[in-house]
């Protein structure tokens, strides 16, 4: 009865194995039946994942066997329960990304903000406001585009009633990239445009600098083309009009890049 439960309530998404081992040493095994499900519980959540994505994919690509909008879902509600980082005890909730799963163009933005953790959808608040305004003016359907964030817990500081942003660090931004990695093995875009430093770094798994890799095509590890621009936040942030709208008219502009790509 025991191992049946076990393996009902088993979650791959939040397998660590190294943890596993640090917290339950070989020694100790012999007294924890469980342990004997472990290996093949891992086997078989790898051979479900793989066997996901494959579905997927040919449904993406032939509209046939499969279906992605089912593996989507699956992984959305998986996402849901996630524990990988510290970020999730705090937060409302996950916010998961959001449009067609056949999208051709993929926005990665930085993590949730304030109102994005309490509707629990991506770019809703402040930049996102400023995000579809631009995407507009670029000549970009959002409904088209699939959008997500690099990490999909609300990273904040409390002061009083108000919950002040706070930027992900280099361990929860690489706690979540498995998901976004998981997200584009699904949505498998034509070009995929990473809003801020933190978004470029969970693509491309290092530190981008954004002033010297900006306006420009770039392969991602997993061979995809990508562009690098910066977080509709940081155009809020501005303090001088003049500037901003510079900034805002560059921002713009770096779109079309990305717009121009998907016709080439």
């Keep these: 009865m025991w191992k049946t439960?076990?393996?009902s309530i088993f979650n791959p998404a939040r397998v660590k194995i190294?943890?596993?081992?640090?917290?339950?040493?070989?020694?100790?095994?012999?007294?924890?039946?469980?342990?004997?499900?472990?290996?093949?519980l891992i086997a078989g959540?790898?051979?479900r994942e793989t066997g996901m994505i494959a579905a997927a994919k040919t449904d993406v690509r032939t509209g046939r066997g499969g279906n992605a909008q089912t593996a989507w879902a699956a992984l959305r509600d998986e996402a849901m329960t996630c524990t990988r980082c510290p970020l999730h005890a705090p937060a409302t909730q996950t916010v998961f990304g959001e449009g067609p799963v056949d999208a051709a163009l993929m926005f990665v933005g930085e993590q949730p903000?304030?109102?994005?953790?309490?509707?629990?959808?991506p770019f809703v608040g402040p930049a996102g406001q400023v995000f579809d305004r631009a995407v507009a003016e670029a000549g970009i359907d959002r409904a088209t585009a699939y959008v997500t964030n690099a990490v999909k817990h609300f990273k904040?500081?409390?002061?009083?009633?108000?919950?002040?942003?706070s930027s992900p660090n280099a361990g929860e931004i690489q706690a979540?990239?498995?998901?976004v990695e998981q997200e584009r093995l699904l949505i498998q875009p034509q070009v995929t445009v990473a809003l801020g430093a933190t978004a470029a770094r969970s693509l491309f798994g290092k530190v981008m600098t954004i002033g010297r890799e900006r306006g420009k095509p770039?392969?991602?590890?997993?061979?995809?083309?990508?562009f690098i621009t910066v977080h509709p936040?940081?155009?809020?942030?501005?303090?001088d009009p003049a500037a901003k709208e510079v900034e805002y008219a560059r921002f713009v502009e770096d779109l079309k890049l990305a717009a121009q790509a998907l016709l080439g």
């Excluded at 979540?176 to 998901?179: A, G, L, M, Q, V």
Aim: one cysteine or more; charged letters at 25%; a positive charge.
């Design 156 to 165: 904040f500081e409390p002061r009083g009633k108000r919950r002040i942003h």
């Design 176 to 179: 979540c990239r498995w998901w």
């Design 233 to 239: 936040s940081y155009l809020l942030r501005l303090p």
């Design 45 to 47: 959540a790898q051979a």
């Design 218 to 226: 770039l392969t991602l590890p997993d061979g995809g083309t990508a």
């Design 113 to 121: 903000g304030d109102q994005e953790d309490l509707a629990g959808h």
């Design 18 to 40: 190294g943890a596993m081992l640090k917290e339950m040493p070989r020694k100790y095994w012999k007294n924890m039946p469980e342990t004997a499900l472990v290996s093949e």
């Design 5 to 7: 439960y076990y393996a």
